[in-house]
């Protein structure tokens, strides 16, 4: 079913969003609001696609399109008619990843298989995907040995099949007419995507990784390499073969590379402003017929950079065209644009998820009911393409102003954030606040209406409350005493990116397009938290940021590798951390945790150096779920509230609180309902300058919560998203109010340990709880809410339907 999507020029005289509002459709506008702050205005027309669609493929004709779907819940090949519009054919595979190429006769498709460590090879008759045969890359050494291929070439003749692979980075050389591997070639770093010459002579690699291009001679099967921008992704040759067009997420860029010479004749700069900061994600290529237009997808502005190209080395900028969320990958056909938004065109509620249900069919999805996996945020956010026609320069122009409309990052609010003059929270780096301490608790995966549904003064929704009062009362104390903020939004959809955006207001394309693998169950190691370069932001995590500020910091199990001791993950944090904090350990209370963490702060303290800078981890109520013999979820829960009473009534009554903050939020919202957004989650705030008794509607994001502590110690800001997010400068006063906090008691069991033998403890059995996230986390959500609610409860309804797109009314086309 086509959608279409008509924006009207009204977003022009109305940019500005009321502070307060929620995230959804903006009716004076036609945008949608996303709970990140950033607004969408998608150009052209659209088809729904599967879940993050991160390739699409045009064949030699032009009449087929390929796409893989390579997202957390239902992965699948579709086939589409692009000339129509109009879904042809679909077939869901077990694992998938980027890789796709059609054969020169377009009578195969050629699709990676993920984990599997295989290719699938689809016969094409008319408009069907036949069943796949399939080529095996590591056939004697899986599951020992991960391969995962990645981006795809074929010869003219369908001889050579040359597959680069992301997790041994490897060049595999294949006969796919025997499936034989000729050849395998270590690659310096992961293997992203690459492309054949038109003579064949040369095979471009984008190595993900490492910031370079490989070159591959295929005569002489030798590898040569150039530098790049920071994560090369997307590689883009001219007809000619003359030049090729390298995207470079980190680095908001495209490096244009003169083949002949294999030198950059220029780099071009895809940021809606001339900006250092990261957050543009430049990750999608494609030239128009006559090669004098390059479209450009830029993932995290959620637009395409447009550039005149005719002369090569003196690209110019046209503008901008709005598209989707988080766009992969663009093509052209014709006069046409097609896009690829990897997670479509709008957040949501999520209120009926987590709900128990029956087996799903092998497909995957759950027949004659809403399957708890369509409501799980990892697989809630559905991809679409987009068909734009070609823009005049004058539909160009005002696809620039929609875009501009959408955007809150400019260098204006980079340099000067939003804020008052006299809060406590300085508006400019460098400005003098009256605190000095920050400490910003991080813990794990909780919705607003799970913890704080039941407060009147709050906008909850008590039927999806499971931890009220009676579980949090620290919670509940804290968000009374001081604010109570009900409008707070996660930039992340779950604990791999949940670190990184908490601690780099930033997750890289990497991030982003490889954590659904793993938490759909098909392989892949947990990545995200200063294991793998690649993932890194090109400018590093907050503790970089204070390393070179010479701003004092020190980290409790956050970025701690498992282990007693455990070791720092990051090279910056060595020397920085406190040994006896684990990292992620569900068998650790969270009152443990802050046992140590008194002992090492009195050590500090006794000799005048507590840092300036105290990022903590403090995230049992992730909970074991019904797993017998541990932690029942109350009490995990329980314990978790205990520990952040007991963390603030201890600061409260030491010398510093009259100089301290403290910043309490979740790494991501995924492990439970809300029914405003999958993204609303609680965070809190306590310390003298901090309001009491207020509640706080506005509009807060996690990059928020991170600009707030920029501007206290003095800070830039790590990325786009940070530097445009609005500062919760509307939580503090200026008139301080040193009074301690007094931790409330717990009333319930803290030692409650699961005990029944039903359905839910058999499944909690087989969960992996060693590393975050590593339970599937549907099952866990489900046995949570089960052992609350009682072993055959059902979810409620819900109480509001999710945000959807709608076309503006006539009078707004008309503006």
């Not at 910003?440 to 919705?447: G, H, L, V």
């Not at 945790?593 to 005048?608: G, M, P, Q, T, Y």
Request: hydrophobic share 35%; proline share 6%.
């Amino acid at each position: 079913m086509k959608q279409k999507l008509l924006i009207g020029l009204a977003i022009l005289a109305s940019s500005v969003t009321s502070f307060a509002q929620t995230p959804g459709k903006i009716a004076q506008t036609g945008q949608v609001l996303l709970p990140n702050g950033w607004k969408l205005s998608p150009a052209g027309t659209s088809l729904p696609l599967g879940d993050l669609p991160l390739n699409i493929q045009l064949s030699a004709s032009g009449k087929l399109l390929a796409v893989t779907n390579n997202g957390q819940s239902t992965q699948s090949i579709q086939l589409i008619d692009p000339k129509n519009e109009k879904l042809l054919d679909e077939k869901v595979v077990a694992k998938s990843w980027y890789g796709l190429t059609f054969s020169k006769d377009e009578k195969k498709l050629y699709a990676s298989g993920g984990n599997d460590n295989l290719i699938y090879v689809f016969n094409i008759t008319g408009t069907k995907l036949g069943k796949p045969d399939t080529i095996k890359l590591a056939p004697k050494s899986w599951p020992k040995d991960k391969v995962s291929p990645s981006g795809i070439a074929v010869n003219k003749s369908d001889t050579r099949l040359y597959v680069v692979t992301k997790e041994d980075s490897t060049l595999y050389t294949v006969n796919p007419n025997d499936g034989k591997t000729l050849q395998r070639l270590k690659l310096p770093s992961e293997g992203y995507s690459c492309v054949l010459s038109p003579n064949e002579k040369t095979l471009y690699i984008s190595l993900w990784g490492c910031g370079q291009l490989g070159i591959y001679d295929v005569a002489t099967q030798t590898l040569k390499t150039i530098k790049t921008g920071s994560n090369p992704n997307e590689l883009l040759l001219n007809k000619k073969g003359s030049l090729l067009f390298v995207a470079n997420a980190n680095d908001n860029s495209v490096s244009v590379i003169n083949t002949a010479t294999h030198r950059a004749l220029e780099t071009i700069s895809t940021a809606l402003y001339p900006t250092h900061l990261t957050g543009s994600t430049t990750n999608g290529l494609a030239l128009s017929a006559d090669e004098k237009t390059l479209y450009i997808a830029n993932a995290d502005n959620n637009c395409l950079a447009v550039f005149d190209v005719s002369k090569p080395g003196a690209a110019h900028s046209m503008g901008f065209i709005p598209v989707g969320w988080y766009p992969t990958n663009v093509k052209t056909l014709g006069k046409k644009i097609l896009v690829a938004n990897g997670k479509g065109f709008t957040s949501m509620a999520n209120p009926k998820g987590p709900q128990p249900v029956k087996k799903a069919d092998n497909s995957g999805y759950q027949k004659g009911a809403i399957n708890s996996r369509e409501q799980y945020i990892g697989g809630l956010f559905k991809g679409a393409l987009s068909f734009i026609n070609a823009p005049s320069v004058n539909e160009l122009k005002a696809y620039t102003k929609q875009v501009y409309a959408n955007t809150p990052f400019n260098n204006k609010i980079a340099k000067t954030a939003p804020g008052e003059e006299g809060n406590p929270i300085p508006r400019r780096m460098g400005e003098k606040s009256p605190i000095k301490h920050v400490f910003y608790i991080i813990k794990e995966n909780r919705t607003y209406d799970q913890v704080l549904g039941d407060m009147p003064q709050g906008n909850g929704d008590t039927s999806l409350c499971i931890f009220d009062k009676k579980v949090t009362p620290n919670h509940h104390a804290i968000a009374s005493e001081f604010v109570l903020l009900d409008n707070f939004y996660v930039d992340a959809e779950v604990s791999a990116d949940g670190h990184n955006w908490s601690n780099a207001a930033y997750a890289t394309d990497f991030v982003e397009k490889t954590w659904p693998t793993s938490y759909g169950s098909r392989g892949g190691n947990y990545d995200y938290e200063g294991t793998r370069k690649t993932a890194y932001p090109r400018d590093g995590f907050i503790w970089d940021y204070c390393k070179r500020a010479g701003v004092s910091y020190r980290t409790y199990g956050e970025f701690v590798t498992d282990g007693n001791p455990g070791k720092a993950s990051l090279k910056s944090l060595e020397g920085h951390y406190c040994t006896q904090s684990p990292g992620f350990d569900l068998n650790v209370k969270d009152i443990k945790r802050v046992e140590i963490w008194k002992h090492d702060f009195d050590s500090l303290l006794a000799i005048n150096a507590v840092p300036r800078f105290n990022s903590v981890r403090i995230g049992n109520d992730h909970t074991s779920g019904q797993r017998k013999g541990a932690l029942s979820p109350i009490a995990a829960v329980g314990d978790n509230d205990q520990a952040i009473g007991q963390f603030i009534e201890y600061l409260s009554k030491s010398p510093i609180w009259k100089e301290s903050v403290v910043f309490i939020l979740e790494d991501d919202a995924q492990n439970g309902p809300d029914h405003v957004d999958a993204h609303r989650s609680p965070v809190f705030v306590a310390g003298p300058y901090v309001k009491r008794n207020t509640v706080v509607h506005g509009m807060y994001s996690t990059s928020g919560v991170l600009r707030t502590i920029e501007l206290i110690l003095g800070l830039p800001p790590m990325s786009q998203y940070d530097a445009a997010a609005m500062p919760l400068y509307d939580c503090f006063t200026s008139k301080a109010d040193f009074s301690p906090y007094v931790a409330k008691a717990p009333q319930v069991d803290l030692e409650q340990r699961n005990v029944a033998v039903n359905e839910s403890s058999r499944r909690s059995e087989l969960f992996n709880l060693a590393r975050e996230d590593a339970a599937p986390d549907i099952d866990l959500n489900e046995v949570i809410w089960k052992f609350v609610k009682g072993e055959s409860a059902v979810m409620p309804a819900p109480k509001r339907s999710a945000f959807v797109i709608l076309e503006p009314k006539k009078e707004e086309d008309d503006d």
